[in-house]
């Protein structure tokens, strides 16, 4: 008995590492299907992450690969959540595409903060550099938690146009008991830069002008898995007398280990 006693002394502090650093991988595929109702043929895209935490920082590694305008391309990128002080974290994010499908090169950055009665903040920059375009956004958010639901506002400023307002994104996310589960529903508005630098090689417009809304979810299931599912329309505006409706949904599957 006093072995056994002895033995359990000795093994708690590893299994309490073990228990501490317990699913702190996750790998994850994602499938996503954008279709059109004119011009052009579907948009499909496929994204392979690996994400670990460690104890001051998390990283995830991204693979992308696309099928759009009938041709293939990858693009790879790296995100970094680095905990700066109680309260206080980042977004760090790089990215690179040999191809014209995706930017060039994108880069982002942005400081979250906890404020009193349950609100978040944020302030960052994102820079995407396309063969036509460089559009260099200022963005931020403002969030505010209320028993199982998170509200969350975030404009987008391009300091490069002449419009300095680029687009604006609203979000409602309810969480369930655990919080890898939720349910969320985004509405946007705006000129979408990012999209802009995709078609301005197809067709001559100044401006693209979206409306956009999406619903998704994600649940946990047998404990190691995780599965995402969403729909979303968007309705592109080239011009007044010219516009596009985009309908997406996506997949994913999640496994932590």
């Known amino acids: 008995m006093r072995k056994i006693i002895i033995l359990i002394f000795i093994l708690a502090p590893i299994f309490n590492v073990i228990s501490q650093t317990k699913y702190q991988n996750k790998a994850t595929l994602n499938y996503e299907l954008n279709a059109f109702d004119r011009d052009f043929t579907p948009w499909h895209q496929v994204y392979l992450e690996y994400s670990r935490k460690f104890q001051p920082v998390s990283i995830i590694i991204r693979t992308n690969y696309a099928h759009r305008f009938d041709k293939d391309a990858i693009q790879f990128e790296a ?5 700066i002080v109680k309260g206080t974290y980042a977004y ?6 040999p191809s014209d499908i995706f930017p060039k090169f994108r880069a982002g950055a942005e400081i979250f903060q906890s404020l009193p009665h349950s609100f978040e903040a944020s302030a960052g920059i994102r820079y995407l550099k396309f063969d036509s375009s460089e559009p260099f956004l200022i963005t931020g958010s403002v969030g505010k938690y209320a028993g199982n639901y998170l509200f969350t506002v975030r404009p987008f400023f391009n ?5 300095v307002f680029s687009s604006i994104q609203f979000s409602v996310r309810r969480y369930f008991p655990d919080p890898d589960s939720y349910i969320a529903v985004l509405f946007g508005l705006g000129f979408s830069d990012e ?15 979206s409306q956009k809304g999406e619903i998704s979810l994600n649940y946990k299931i047998f404990e ?11 309705h592109l505006e080239f011009a007044p007398d010219k516009y596009r409706n985009k309908f997406g949904a996506e997949a994913g599957l999640s496994y932590l280990f």
Do not use: C, H, M, W
């Open 79 to 83: 995100d970094a959540y680095p905990k």
């Open 92 to 97: 760090l994010n790089l990215g690179y595409s």
């Open 159 to 163: 300091t490069k146009k002449e419009r």
């Open 195 to 209: 999209e802009k630098g995709l078609f301005t090689d197809v067709e001559d417009t100044k401006a693209l002008y």
């Open 224 to 234: 190691r898995f995780i599965v995402k599912t969403s729909l979303s329309y968007e």
